[in-house]
């Protein structure tokens, strides 16, 4: 055996053994949505896509400071960007959320007063409004019920519903009674006529929020169980994480009975993404492998079919978060955000962090993604094709790769 086909054979094992890694493969398609006004003077700092597909509701600065737009989403056009903010109402702060009906969105903003309340206002640019929220310490994380009639919000600490016709100062139902849970952003989702949210697994009478959420509870979207809803115990849970790290996203599954959340189960720091049975139990980790020291999972939504989780992550580049998607049932992540911008070798764009924000369509054939792609730092709208996003096929290519160094040259 000469020396180059033993050096050859060996090159072609490693490679071989190489092959057995998870390479993930990127979305064949992704463009760019363009709306008018240009996304030029700021950029879109919130999205939701309506419950036909169509449109989008967005917070965004297109030239006078940020506010709501509806818009369509049409390719390769200039979609206008209909202002659906009420006059005087002055810089929108988020909270966009669609109705079932197509009809309405709500925003967050403080009308000329202290806090920044939601209100519910027409999709079509008629710009009235009508107020569902009065925290006086500033409302965030709306979701409008499956059928229309009910808002849920928190005020930073505590979970609330109201209902939509005649919302007022008393008509709003705690749902998190006593010291159990501290609603952050995300930390909470409906299943049918309940509600999941993370908890404190041994809350403390009267010592007040602020412990690391370790368990859910499922307890009635009305309120008629606030005073004792049902623990749901995650058993693999390190309670003596040093970091102090906790539950901060939660959704659940179509057919509601697998809770995906994320957080740090372990005492490594770091947020991962996991599944638990609706019943509870030991939570499952979803992503393949032994991730990077300095990973850290971002957001994650669920596709409409319960199928598919796209999560976003700096999984592939420190620094820069992408946008992936990776089976229900855990598995290798597939990348599907375009990240031919990103200059891997400078770092470049380290410091925006790539993608922010995303969400499927609603026949879940779409990944709707917010992304700083260009060298101005500000974010725009990105639709990437998921039903067209290929298998991994790292072996095939790496076997070439190495049949080639092998046969080149027998001298």
Known sequence: MTKHFQLGAKLFASLAAVSMLAIPASAQTVEEIFFDPAVAAGDIDEFAISPDGTQIVM????????????ASLN???????TLVSPAGVGDNDGGVAWTPD????????AAGGATNEIFLV???GSQTAQQLTFTGNNAFDPQISADGNSFFYSDGGSLFVTPIAGASATSSIQLNAGDISEIDTGSYAQVGSNIIFAGFSAPIPGAGNGDPETAFYLTAADGSTAASPTLISIDNFETNNPGGSDIDFVDVTSDGQTIVFRGDL????????YSLSINGGDAVSLIAGTLRDDFDLNYF????????????????TNGVAEAFVVPVTGGDPTLVSDSSFFDQENGFDVDFGGVDTLQFSPDGNSLYYLSDSGDDGRFRLFRASINAVPEPTALPLILAAAS????????
Not at 75 to 81: D, E, K, Q, R
Not at 102 to 109: E, I, K, N, P, Q
Not at 404 to 411: D, V, W
């Open 75 to 81: 390719s390769g056009v200039m979609n206008t960007a």
């Open 266 to 273: 372990t005492t490594d720091d770091q947020d991962e993404l």
């Open 59 to 70: 917070v965004a600065d297109l030239g006078d400071g940020d506010q709501t737009y509806v």
């Open 301 to 316: 939504t669920i596709s409409p079919d319960g199928s598919t989780i796209a999560f976003i992550g700096d999984y592939l």
């Open 102 to 109: 197509g009809l309405h969105v709500t925003a967050r903003y």
């Open 122 to 124: 027409p999709a079509d």
């Open 404 to 411: 080639t160094i092998l046969f080149r040259r027998r001298k």
